[in-house]
């Protein structure tokens, strides 16, 4: 057995590309380690879980439908997870299990590499979605204090809910789709959290772009496909696009240097993954 031994706790877990992200990372930096894949079903994460505590993981990431309820079944939370009341990352610390949320740091890293930190707080931003993404982009976000924060959810309750979690500096309001889209020139980063755009639904657009201005970012989490069929509208109607790639790898480098105290190699991992998915299933 490797003497790191990480993984990824899901289900169904399908392709994952946590796997050679990180297996690539330990293979570069030396690291006795290995990532599987676990794919474990909802009653059984308590098992799971046990599992990996008596075989001395080092770790793990952990994926739909647990980032909730492993909660349960781990030892204490970083302020990350409690904030954002989800984990996606465990800790081995001693003997205990720690719970971390590198979700939303991941976004704001990726942010990062296309606005600063001043536009990030000068912005007007609009997140599409209230669910467990959108939880960890809100909180990371609210902590920069950008000058507004609107929310739009399917289930506007849900919305409701997440801005009552935030109580930083930001300005949180949750507004009903039509009235955010006729506003739709006061935002400077418009974030879509939720699935519209994702196979099979490739051609469709979570957010109208009329009116949209022509500094504005649209930043998108999914990365496959590639470029959805709103960032594709949004980049040749000449705006700025960012993928959820950037994402996923900060998350997973952010979670690698939890569990080795080692920084991975962010661009090397961005390579693999934008070598494996970008140009297919393009919309
Ligand atoms: P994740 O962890 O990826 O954020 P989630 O917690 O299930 O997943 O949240 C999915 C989000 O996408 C929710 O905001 C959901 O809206 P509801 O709260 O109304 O369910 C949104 N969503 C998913 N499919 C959608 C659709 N077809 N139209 C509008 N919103 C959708």
Sequence with gaps: MPKTLLGLIGHPLGHSLSPQMHNEQFGRLGIDG?????????????????ALRQLGAAGFNITIPHKVNVMNYIDRLDPSAEKIGAVNTVVREKDALVGYNTDGEGYLESLLAIRS????????????GAGGAARAVCYALSL???????????????????????????????????EAE????????????????????????????????????CSDLIYNPWETRWLKDAREAGLDTLNGSGMFVNQGALAFKYW?????????????VEDHLKGENNA
Excluded: C
């Design 182 to 217: 006729s506003r739709n020139h006061e935002f400077d980063i418009l974030i879509n959290t939720t699935s519209i755009g994702m196979s099979p639904e490739i051609n469709k657009s979570p957010w109208s772009l009329e009116n949209v201005k022509a500094s504005a970012l």
């Design 144 to 178: 920069r204090g950008p000058e507004s924060i609107t929310i739009v959810n399917r289930t506007q309750e849900k919305a409701e809910q997440l801005k009552s979690h935030l109580k930083n500096a930001a300005a949180v309001r949750v507004a009903a789709k039509e």
């Design 117 to 128: 930190l001043d536009q990030i707080k000068n912005a007007n931003i609009l997140v599409i």
């Design 260 to 272: 080795t105290g080692e920084e991975p190699d962010r661009q090397a991992m961005q390579a693999l």
């Design 34 to 50: 290995y990532y599987h894949l676990f794919d474990i079903r909802e009653e059984e994460l308590e098992k799971g879980v046990q």
